[in-house]
């Protein structure tokens, strides 16, 4: 057990380590897209309780409902919420700015989805000495300078996806005693949830696949580049003519994965990705595809988020660092059950 957990520690260090030289390479040669001012999320109303919430990516299906649970619970709550958040989920740098501003601005409170869970902890540490209640969504970071984090258990999502991918297989006929690869792709190297899912991927397939069933060693890594995640996961496929699944990590890199199989026709290759896209749904329900995705309740983080920020600048305490939201895995099978149609209302 002991060398098992060192060698998917060691698999995700040299991910982070190669994916991170490509991405410093990459931010030297396109810069940041300007990101815009907070805009109010709620009627504004003087007196009340100021919250700012900061997301990871701007015009994205996935973020778009964690902005609906702010907004709800802001006009349920009665307090005033504002927003904005990056175009790219590799952008922490504007996030530090952002969380500047929003100070400046007078936030009682902050909810942050940090874009890197490194980087952001010095000013995370930095709000916390100003005792600003800082509550963390999706994301967790590399301190304990926050109030609570509202998100999935992320090496469980992990167990669970390769769960599905391996039932996704058998139910698409592939014999055990074929050769078959699995090729993934992630939207940051930096991000600890990321690094989470593929640690408890690698777990649950290192225990329950067959052996002739491998994983590419060469994690391919879009950074948040959905045009950029299509064109790595056509050149693998080109490279693989054994490959019979795709695991996407995140939003970004389901639709990049979605796309291309699409465009190259690859009936027989299974997906699992994560969240609730127009690419990844129009795959769920069509019969002509293996596919399977793992929807978060991120409605719910930001709404707690909201409650328990409110809760905190009252001078309330919460007594946990962490609450785990769960997830539920969706595919043509279950997609017409009750509980499944329940959290596809908010997603």
């Not at 380590?17 to 030297?28: L, P």
């Not at 109030?147 to 039932?167: H, P, S």
């Not at 996407?248 to 990049?256: D, I, R, S, V």
């Not at 769960?326 to 509980?339: E, Q, T």
Request: charged residues 20%; aromatic residues 8%.
């Amino acid at each position: 057990m002991k060398t098992f957990k060192l060698t998917i520690m060691i698999c995700i260090m040299l991910f982070v380590f190669c994916s991170c030289a490509k991405s410093e390479n990459a931010e030297e040669q396109e810069p940041a897209k300007q990101i815009p001012e907070f805009t109010p999320l709620t009627e504004v109303v003087e007196g009340r309780d100021d919250i700012y919430l900061i997301t990871k990516v701007l015009d994205s299906n996935y973020w778009d409902v964690v902005v609906k649970g702010a907004a709800d619970a802001g006009k349920d709550l009665g307090c005033n919420v504002y927003f904005s958040g990056t175009y790219n989920e590799m952008d922490w740098q504007n996030q530090v700015m952002l969380l500047d501003k929003a100070v400046e601005q007078g936030a009682d409170a902050v909810i942050l989805a940090p874009d890197d869970s490194i980087e952001l902890a010095p000013k995370i540490e930095e709000l916390h000495s100003m005792n600003i209640p800082v509550i963390l969504v999706d994301t967790a970071v590399n301190t304990d300078a926050y109030d609570i984090c509202y998100m999935t258990d992320n090496l469980l999502a992990g167990n669970k996806a390769a769960e599905e991918m391996l039932n996704k297989l058998h139910t698409a006929g592939r014999s055990e005693t074929e050769e078959l690869n699995v090729g993934i792709l992630v939207g940051s190297a930096t991000s600890q949830t990321i690094n989470e899912r593929l640690a408890g991927f690698y777990q649950y397939w290192t225990i329950n696949a067959p052996e002739n069933w491998t994983i590419i060693s060469d994690i391919q890594n879009c950074n948040g580049d959905i045009e950029l995640g299509n064109q790595l996961i056509d050149t693998l496929i080109q490279e693989y003519p054994n490959i019979g699944g795709l695991y996407a990590t995140n939003n970004g890199p389901t639709k990049a994965v979605a796309n291309a199989v699409v465009d190259q026709d690859r009936k027989d290759i299974v997906i699992v990705g994560f969240d609730y896209s127009d690419e990844i749904k129009n795959l769920i329900e069509s019969q002509d595809y293996h596919a399977s995705t793992i929807l978060q309740r991120q409605y719910y983080m930001s709404y707690k988020g909201v409650e328990s920020a409110l809760s905190l600048i009252g001078g309330g305490e919460i007594e946990t660092k962490f609450e785990d939201t769960g997830v539920v895995a969706v595919s043509s099978d279950n997609l017409n059950d009750p509980d499944v149609q329940a959290v596809l209302e908010n997603n």
